[in-house]
DNA sequence: AGCACGCCGACT
DNA sequence: GTCGGCGTGCTC
């Protein structure tokens, strides 16, 4: 085949947030090494650089007055193949996002190139003689400084928000110039080696060892240490002779007796197993094997409980062939499992760990390892766009859990059906787990699209829960702020017995608030409809939702009065509350204001393993040390405002996390929960059915008023500077889509909160039957009238973004 | 996303 | 008068 006979042309993907493709024409000489999946370098704009994918190599010339060419192919080979593209497809199409974005959430970042500017001196004469600016000259001395120099960088170092005239003004004068270069980020992993001298034999190293070295004891030891570590490996890693020091290794090299080497080595691949704990030691009932094989000759989605989690694995590994490869997709970076510890200690040098927060070279490295060889990958939700080589099992723990959801940015993909999907196109069997299933996955079991959940079996644990009716304590007086007197003396009691106490309450503003004694203004942020809440920790007033930070504020923006306090709210405030109430006991907080990060949580975790604390206090973090094994009592301050939420699934969340935290406590953990209205239909469910009677009770109950999983939810939510804007266009955009789907649109509604990063926000909401001429005639209407606001001149910069199925 | 172009107020 | 602020629109 001769491509070169006619002008080619590829449709590409850039690694920014645009919608849509932009053609490039394909010089002669690259035609014939082209292809889809392989990324080229091009000029986006006016100089800048991209790593661009190509999305479709073809021979329409596109009708835009100015093609440019591609310059340069950056992968040999595709490293995107076929079925990941329909993937993403599948992705862009059902949430109504971009490819390009899609592109971004799959892709580890180092494969996202773009060009950086950088400045470099174009003259050798002396410029401080000629008439400089001020900056000018700081630039000159910057660039005289280091050779090369990024733009980005001079910006920084003159503190301004543009100096693009300025480096061009140089660049006339002919005393620099600029250039666009592309940074490959990737660095490969060294680690320092030592061998023995090959041209030495043993006779040699003995007489090294008796005389040369005979008056040097220090040096005689190293080498026998490093000739005894050679018996089992050539190469010696430099940390396993950790107890050498460098100086006596240094001199054993300068004599010819070592050699130094850098080994390029793995980030990711993980050192011997610790302990072995084989599958073949993990009993499992006989009747649960019969029942899992069977399913696993069947392609339907399953739902299992927790319980067969392992006997599943068990399954699977019994009928492994080399090369399937098993993802497992967790919620969260600190979930934890035993059926993970498993696999960590039996196949740690056959399973990959990845998350989101992973830097670039390792998620880099575990794309490679991916693509050739890997049996487990252990993942949160971003590992569904991993290039597996031969993914045969999904496992999907927790499924009920929320975080399966991705919010911002867009693509805002459930990895639970985005799993059901990938599974579906690659072949691959699926499973869910979960003992408090969500409402979507039990109706899909019970439709029978999905296969035979069993109910989990200790499942009645609601009546260990004791409800304090708050509303009865008022009237008796035995109401302490936040407590009730059954609550304080329930505590007094567990740490009379020398245990411990976790006290939760469930407040997003836990940090204290600047607040105006005079007349009651409270601190809020310049661009949202929120209070700021003041950080102990970096001592700033702090905006959750779009991260405004303020050192202080030294006056009431209402009266102008300097009289202002930090009001503790949350649970400091129930900190403060009860450092008085037990003025003897050892208190500490635990909300993301003291323990931010996963280092100084774990330092409160194992401070309090150690009960170096009587009472800890905090938000749903705390909870993680529930099964801690003297904690004598949990306590909820206020169990109401965990249902109340304004969600419709708030109850069925709630009922989820409890039954959790029941399922893990020890024995001995007794669990209250405070409420002004104990009599509400939720307590009683929970103290008194099983979670499947929950569930179906309240199915039922969606079901009559149409609601998830029984219709589909699609949010839109507008935004613009200005209220009355955005107001108009969720307005017209009801109208709009009332025109052809009536009561199934919603709208305008004002949010709970009303401005966020400085912009109002208007929702209107969409729900529809679960059919997909209906799904995928919205959705185009959805675009219909995306277009048609664009089109009303006033409207033209309120900005729209789609949540499906939002949670 | 970044950059150009165009329109407004505050300053040598 | 100009410099530089931001709002808007375009980039193959």
């Known amino acids: 085949m001769n491509k070169s006979l006619n002008e080619y042309y590829v449709d590409v993907l850039l690694p920014l947030a645009l919608e849509g493709t932009f053609s490039y024409s394909v010089p002669t000489p690259l035609v014939e090494r082209i292809a889809k999946g392989q990324r080229v370098e091009v000029i986006f704009g006016t100089s800048k650089l991209y790593g661009a994918l190509v999305y479709k190599v073809h021979q329409n010339k596109p009708k835009y007055k100015k093609i440019k060419a591609i310059l340069n192919i950056i992968d040999e080979k595709p490293i995107i193949n076929e079925q990941q593209f329909t993937y993403w497809e599948w992705i862009a199409s059902y949430y109504m996002c971009s490819l390009g974005l899609v592109m971004q959430a799959a892709l580890p970042?180092?494969?996202?190139?773009?060009?950086?500017?950088?400045?470099?001196?174009?003259?050798?004469?002396?410029?401080?003689?000629?008439?400089?600016?001020?900056?000018?000259?700081?630039?000159?001395?910057?660039?005289?400084?280091?050779?090369?120099?990024?733009?980005?960088d001079l910006k920084k170092l003159l503190g301004k928000k543009s100096i693009l005239g300025l480096l061009r003004a140089m660049t006339e004068k002919k005393w620099i110039r600029t250039s666009h270069h592309i940074q490959k980020t990737y660095k490969s992993k060294t680690q320092k080696f030592i061998r023995l001298h090959p041209s030495l034999d043993d006779d040699q190293l003995s007489n090294i060892y008796e005389?040369?070295?005979?008056?040097?004891?220090?040096?005689?030891?190293?080498?026998?240490a490093i000739i005894e570590a050679s018996e089992s490996q050539k190469e010696i890693a430099?940390?396993?002779?950790?107890?050498?020091?460098?100086?006596?290794?240094?001199?054993?090299?300068?004599?010819?007796?070592i050699v130094f080497i850098d080994r390029v080595v793995s980030r990711i691949e993980t050192e011997e197993p610790t302990k072995k704990v084989n599958f073949s030691g993990v009993k499992i009932d006989p009747k649960q094997q019969k029942k899992i094989k069977n399913l696993l000759k069947k392609d339907a989605v399953q739902l299992l409980n927790d319980a067969e989690l392992i006997p599943y694995l068990y399954a699977i590994n019994k009928k492994y062939q080399p090369g399937e490869q098993t993802l497992i997709l967790i919620p969260n970076i600190d979930f934890e499992h035993e059926a993970l510890t498993i696999i960590q200690n039996e196949y740690a040098n056959d399973f990959i760990f990845q998350n989101s927060k992973q830097g670039n070279d390792v998620r880099y490295e575990i794309w490679d390892?991916?693509?050739?060889?890997?049996?487990?990958?252990?993942?949160?939700?971003?590992?569904?766009?991993?290039?597996?080589?031969?993914?045969?099992?999904?496992?999907?723990?927790?499924?009920?859990?929320?975080?399966?959801?991705?919010?911002?940015?867009?693509?805002?993909?459930?990895?639970?059906?985005?799993?059901?999907?990938?599974?579906?196109?690659?072949?691959?069997?699926?499973?869910?787990?979960?003992?408090?299933?969500?409402?979507?996955?039990?109706?899909n079991n019970h439709q029978k699209k999905y296969l035979s959940l069993q109910k989990a079996e200790s499942n009645n644990l609601g009546n260990e829960i004791e409800l304090i009716d708050l509303q009865k304590a008022a009237k008796q007086r035995a109401l302490d702020g936040s407590f009730s007197k059954k609550l304080t003396k329930e505590i007094a009691t567990a740490l009379e017995q020398n245990a411990q106490v976790i006290i939760i309450k469930n407040r997003r503003g836990y940090a204290p608030v600047l607040i105006c004694k005079n007349c009651d203004w409270k601190a809020s942020c310049p661009n949202c409809?929120?209070?700021?809440?003041?950080?102990?920790?970096?001592?700033?007033?702090?905006?959750?939702?779009?991260?405004?930070?303020?050192?202080?504020?030294?006056t009431c923006k209402e009266c102008q009065s300097t009289d202002l306090e930090l009001k503790g709210f949350g649970t400091q405030k129930l900190e403060e509350e009860l450092e008085l109430i037990f003025p003897m006991a050892k208190i500490h907080r635990v909300d993301s204001d003291t323990a931010s990060g996963r280092k100084r949580f774990q330092i409160i975790q194992e401070k309090f393993l150690a009960k170096k604390i009587d009472i800890l206090v905090g938000t749903q973090l705390a909870?993680?040390?529930?099964?801690?094994?003297?904690?004598?009592?949990?306590?909820?301050v206020s169990?109401?405002?965990?249902?109340?939420?304004?969600?419709?699934?708030?109850?069925?969340?709630?009922?989820?996390?409890?039954?959790?935290?029941?399922?893990?406590?020890?024995?001995?953990t007794k669990v209250l929960i405070q409420s002004w209205n104990p009599e509400q239909a939720f307590y009683h469910s929970i103290k008194g059915s099983d979670y499947y009677n929950f569930a179906f009770k309240r199915m039922r109950e969606r079901q009559l008023f149409h609601y998830p999983p029984f219709v589909r939810m699609i949010h839109l939510t507008l935004k613009h500077k200005e209220k009355s804007i955005a107001e108009r266009a969720a307005h017209l955009m009801v109208v709009f889509l009332k025109k052809k789907w009536g009561d199934r649109i919603q709208g305008p509604i004002t949010p709970s909160i009303e401005r966020m990063f400085g912009r109002y926000h208007?929702?209107?909401?969409?729900?529809?039957?679960?059919?997909?001429?209906?799904?995928?005639?919205?959705?185009?209407?959805?675009y219909e009238a995306n277009l048609f606001l664009t089109k009303q001149s006033d409207l033209k910069s309120v900005r729209i973004s789609i949540n499906v199925d939002p949670q």
């Open 109 to 152: 970042s180092h494969y996202l190139l773009s060009s950086d500017a950088y400045a470099f001196l174009q003259t050798d004469n002396d410029l401080l003689e000629e008439a400089l600016s001020l900056e000018e000259e700081i630039i000159y001395r910057a660039l005289r400084k280091d050779e090369f120099v990024k733009t980005h």
């Open 211 to 224: 005389i040369d070295l005979r008056r040097a004891a220090k040096q005689q030891e190293a080498l026998l």
């Open 238 to 257: 430099r940390t396993s002779l950790a107890h050498i020091k460098s100086n006596i290794l240094k001199a054993l090299e300068e004599k010819n007796i």
């Open 369 to 443: 390892k991916v693509q050739k060889d890997v049996r487990f990958i252990i993942g949160t939700r971003s590992s569904l766009f991993l290039p597996f080589k031969n993914l045969k099992h999904i496992l999907l723990l927790q499924e009920h859990d929320p975080a399966y959801k991705q919010f911002d940015p867009s693509p805002r993909y459930h990895a639970r059906d985005a799993a059901i999907i990938l599974a579906h196109q690659l072949k691959a069997k699926i499973c869910l787990f979960s003992n408090t299933p969500s409402f979507e996955s039990l109706l």
């Open 529 to 554: 409809d929120v209070k700021l809440t003041y950080h102990q920790f970096s001592k700033k007033f702090i905006c959750h939702y779009c991260d405004y930070k303020a050192r202080y504020i030294p």
């Open 623 to 636: 909870a993680k040390m529930i099964n801690a094994s003297s904690l004598k009592l949990i306590a909820f």
């Open 639 to 668: 169990g109401d405002q965990m249902i109340n939420r304004p969600d419709f699934r708030s109850e069925e969340k709630a009922f989820q996390y409890i039954q959790s935290l029941l399922e893990k406590k020890g024995a001995q």
């Open 762 to 782: 208007v929702d209107v909401v969409i729900k529809h039957e679960k059919q997909r001429d209906k799904m995928e005639g919205i959705k185009k209407s959805i």
